[in-house]
């Protein structure tokens, strides 16, 4: 079973459900639109071949159709937006294989996707389950046994069986509600279960058994915490493991393209990292909109998303092209309270900071949607030790949170997603034990998502506490770059992983 539907939980769901291995997922949430958001995130190399290796076709399909029309560079620039290195979208795209290179794409369009298919609804365009061609093993190649998706409490593979031997067909799927208030009924809402509110879990001779808040359990060989950076799953697994205040805020909103004032190229189209001469951080993206939504559903009004609600708030909205900017500094050059602030107070405050920088940055700021302004105090994991393997594990922000500022939290969570899928498909194919599986993974995601960690706390660090002569030397670097053409290319290969 697995704890939190987010991106790195759902992903794993499509994996080890096209793998024939049972599978059931439990999200807080109460309806799908609970917890969509309207940040466009980006999805690199790493992310898009661990989407390609999860998902059904029809999915990753369907990802292909929502991601960012635009094919925007990247810019490194001052505070006067004068660029001292910028990419085209053609340098960075990388590899053109589809199936490993960078993509914009909003995060409510790669909610659908990953829940197309899990919640009993068909999949848009949906192919038969199994039908995909990702190299995972056909379903039936693996027994879908006696605990399959939904089955109450019908005797899921006991934890002996998970560590002596194969996973069987139905050692991660969850038999819910045994003496609890309410229970699933087999096999009729698909594999996301809504409105589970995780609490705890014990681990005894029938597997491991989750609480909910609703009173409910559910049983399974074994339970992935997904839950994300207050990963309840990982309190009570590593109950030593900290998430440390890195000390800096960030400020993010959203400018609408069809705002007051047009924007300038690098800003209409290009990705941003702004460098400023005295202090602070700027990140500017791009959405170019949802080719899916007007494409598939053109008996649909604007505003509607793929699955029919209707949202009215911009920030939900991902049918209108817009910038995203995020602004940092340290949180002590904040008024106090600023993580409560409304928009558009954080607007004039980011205004007033920024009074001597480029008029095109502040026009960005300053035509922004209130609504879709707020500020957010910074935190990121600190190392965690392997710990003695065991039937609960974790995955995604439940274990390596870290702060945005790479870009590569969602891309880290996929890749776990992949890592573990493969591994429990090795298991059950009998190539290894259960358990030495899940050693073996969280070796490999303990090793490179506390090296993305790491990169990430650099990148916030740097924006918290200016230092002129290192910012010299970074710019002086990023300008030989942008002149030499080789080491052009050599940083191009390496952009955003
Ligand atoms: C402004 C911003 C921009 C970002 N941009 C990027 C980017 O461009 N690229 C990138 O790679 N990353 C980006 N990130 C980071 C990225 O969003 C996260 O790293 C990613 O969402 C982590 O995925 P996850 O599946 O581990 O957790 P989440 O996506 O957070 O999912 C966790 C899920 O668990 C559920 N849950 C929580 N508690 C419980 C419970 N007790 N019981 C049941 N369910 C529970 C939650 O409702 C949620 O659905 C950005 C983050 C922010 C804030």
């Known amino acids: 079973m697995i704890i939190g539907g987010g991106i790195g939980g759902l992903a794993l769901a499509h994996g080890l459900r096209q793998a024939g291995i049972g599978v059931a997922v439990y999200e807080r949430a109460q309806a799908r639109t609970d917890w969509l958001q309207g940040y466009r995130i980006h999805i690199n190399p790493h992310g898009s071949s661990a989407l390609h290796a999860c998902l059904p076709r029809s999915n990753w399909e369907e990802f292909l159709a929502t991601v960012s029309s635009t094919d925007g560079g990247f810019g490194f620039t001052t505070d006067q937006l004068s660029d001292l290195l910028r990419f085209t979208g053609a340098e960075i795209a990388g590899h053109q294989d589809p199936t490993a290179r960078h993509y914009g794409v909003s995060r409510i369009s790669l909610r659908e996707v990953l829940l197309s298919g899990l919640d009993g609804a068909a999949p848009v365009g949906a192919a038969p389950m199994g039908a995909a061609t990702n190299g995972a093993v056909p379903v039936g190649a693996v027994p879908v046994g006696a605990a399959s998706v939904g089955t109450a409490s019908s005797g899921a593979a006991s934890v002996g069986a998970a560590s002596s031997g194969a996973v069987s067909g139905g050692a991660v799927s969850g038999g819910a509600g045994s003496g609890g208030a309410g229970s699933d009924s087999p096999g009729s809402e698909g594999v996301l279960r809504l409105g589970k509110r995780f609490v705890r879990y014990e681990v005894g001779p029938g597997g491991v058994t989750a609480y909910f808040e609703d009173g409910t359990t559910a049983n399974a060989d074994i339970l992935v915490g997904a839950d994300g950076a207050n990963s309840r799953v990982r309190h009570q697994l590593l109950p030593h493991a900290r998430r440390d205040d890195t000390g800096v805020l960030a400020v993010a909103g959203k400018y609408r393209h069809d705002g007051s004032a047009a924007l300038p190229r ?222 052009r290319r050599r940083m191009a290969a390496s952009f955003g992983s």
């Open 266 to 487: 690098a800003l209409a189209e290009d990705a941003n990292m702004v460098i400023p001469a005295d202090r602070g951080f700027l990140f500017t993206a791009v959405w170019k909109h949802d080719r899916k939504t007007v494409a598939t559903r053109p008996d649909l009004p604007a505003g509607l998303l793929v699955d029919n609600f209707l949202l009215d708030n911009f920030l939900l909205d991902n049918t209108a092209d817009y910038t995203f900017w995020a602004y940092a500094d340290a949180a002590d050059q904040f008024p106090p309270g600023a993580a409560e602030m409304p928009g558009d107070e954080l607007i004039r405050f980011v205004l007033d900071r920024t009074r001597t920088w480029s008029p095109a940055l502040r026009d960005l700021f300053a035509g922004s949607d209130p609504q879709t302004v707020n500020a957010v105090p910074l935190k990121s994991a600190a190392p965690v030790s392997p710990w003695r393997t065991g039937p609960v594990t974790l995955l995604g922000d439940a274990i390596h949170n870290m702060t945005p500022m790479g870009g590569i939290g969602a891309n880290t969570a996929l890749r776990d997603a992949d890592l573990l899928r493969r591994n429990l498909i090795a298991a059950a194919r009998g190539e290894l034990g259960v358990l030495d599986s899940l050693g073996r993974y969280e070796r490999e995601m303990l090793d490179y998502g506390f090296r993305a960690v790491k990169l990430s706390l650099r990148n916030t660090r740097q924006a918290g506490t200016p230092n002129r002569a290192r910012t010299a030397m970074f710019k002086t670097v990023l300008r030989m770059v942008n002149r030499v053409p080789a080491l």
